[in-house]
């Protein structure tokens, strides 16, 4: 859904680098809107629309081997402001007649750069250049140097193994950058994107939440009609919010909210995800409650991708059955809280392709799918990251407890219970979850910080096997409940969070005091890879 109108825009061209995610971050700080696109996408007019400057990204590969991505020449042809960096800048290189060669040795990690000719001619360049400090500190991983630039171009700075570091075509505003910008390591990174962003494409403060609301909103309400909307609700941070954005545009009668109460939520999730939405005014919302449902699919199953596989089908056989029994008309439009690391992580049109670690099954449907086809699918945050989709919950008035909550993941307690999920285990698993988080909102960090915002996902894991212990005189022979809590950027690596032991100590001993099933607390400290966040 193209829901965001005419602004200056940033494009990336995707190479495969594992920190162009942070390019298009990094700008988007700035107050420029950016999007990522694959490396070698066809430049069209709808591609290019609104597009102020290009950055092309780095990638692992070299500029010779067949697997170097190549962009469409017309790059070189439109006149726009053109920010190679690394490969990015190697490219530029060789497809404008220039020379790229292998390093003897890799450059990797800091190098000092020192700019050694600021009398640049260009116009572009005398702006860019403006962003840099006399010498720095910058990021490099290369394991190829430019041994000829393009004609053209010119050398304006060197890192102390004495390659190019920064070079400029002295009339084109094409700019290149051996060392990388966005990385935090790179000192005045920041300022050397924003000279290339405001200096040479004359870009503007234009992305603000505000300004986005108000763009969806309008794009929203002219698409929508007066049809009827259906939103399909996880109860997490993205579905609740695509939930207000709905709710303040449209007719409180036109928009159904649909929500599974799986029997595998945290404790009051329903409870939380009602009022929520209430709150914002929603007037159809259609609770399903199917923990039988769930629970007898889940019967006698051990195996994680077996349960995930019971979850994920018999989501959609409920999906279809209760939306059938709404009744809709088939003018109807399909919502979902969709992010933009979403389409990425699924290969859909930008960036690169996640490996399939474990089946996710609420990344599409059936239902979603031949809505898509028929062009009747919402996806209001498909242009935001998560920090951005919190910070717009906030604008549009979502309480803040729920703004802040710890992603869960769609099949619940089922991959938090190892083993065979039973009512029993999913209620005692919930008891201790809920203790926990409520011990982590209580307690703070030495800077004043709830730890429960210091962590970027905390839970409870139910593992399938008891131990020996004493209550009282008494022998106890309990389950073991193992704690985990990590630090992450975006889920997809993570590292354990450093608690301090005094809080996990007081943690078990309340959890084991007050959850009698309980016998054991243990704390998980593996890190993302070799492990995974959840344990199934
Ligand atoms: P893993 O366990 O793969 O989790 O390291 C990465 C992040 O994804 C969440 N997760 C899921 N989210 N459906 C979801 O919507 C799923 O099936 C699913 N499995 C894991 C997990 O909680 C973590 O934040």
Known sequence: MDTVGPMDKILILDFGSQTTQLIGRRIRDLGVYTEIIPGDTALDDAVLSGVAGIILSGSPESVYTAEGAVPDKKVYALGLPLLGICYGLQRMTVDNGGVVESLPKSEYGRKEVTLHDKNSIGNASRKFLAGFPPSFTAWMSHGDTLTRLAPGFREYAVSDTGYPAVVAHET????????????????CGLEILAAFVFGVCGC?????????????????????????????????VDSTVAGALLLKTLKADQVHLMYMDTGLMRKDETKTVQTALEQLGAKHLHIIYCEEEFLGALKGLEEPEAKRKAIGDLFITIQEREVARLGLPDSYFLAQGTLYTDLIESGKGVGKKAHLIKSHHNVGSPLVDAKRKLGRIIEPLDRLYKDEVRRLGRILGIDEEVVRRHPFPGPGLAVRILGEVTKEKCGILREADALYIEELKKRRTPSGERLYDDIWQAFAVLLPIRSVGVAGDARKYGWVLALRAITSADGMTADVYPFPVKDLLEISTRITNTVPDIGRVTYDISSKPPATIEWE
């Open 204 to 236: 503007k403060k234009s992305w603000t939440m505000e300004q986005y609301v108000e763009e969806v909103r309008t794009s929203l309400a002219a698409r929508v009609g007066s049809n009827p909307v259906l939103l399909l609700i996880s109860g997490g």
């Open 172 to 187: 084109k505003p094409w700019l290149g950058l051996q060392f990388h910008p966005e990385v935090t390591h790179t000192e």
